[in-house]
């Protein structure tokens, strides 16, 4: 035949560098993969810390079992007050004449 073959010492091998190439830039897209997940972690319990410290605020509070809603405390003597307010003025708009009782 026209053309030889090679033989075994005509035969280049690769270097070591060129076989190590591909391992970096495998361990390189995992180290970014890796930071950008890691990243993502910390946001998101950044976000559900403030949402927990907001809802907490407003008497809410997540737990095991489930959301538990708290009771703002009204103080009766200031719920019957409010309670009272209204029906003073829907007396007042419902009557003709001046005021039956004023308040202030």
Known sequence: MVWKTKTAAQEAKPST???LLP???LL???AGVAFVGYQIYLSANK???????TMAKKNVVFTKDGLKVGVKHVEQES???ATQ????KAWNMGSRGPSAVKRK
Not at 47 to 53: C, K, S, V
């Open 23 to 25: 391992l970096f830039i």
């Open 85 to 88: 307010s209204w029906v003073v």
């Open 28 to 30: 390189t897209v995992l």
């Open 79 to 81: 719920y019957v007050d």
């Open 47 to 53: 976000i559900r810390t403030n949402a927990e410290a």
């Open 17 to 19: 560098f060129s076989q």
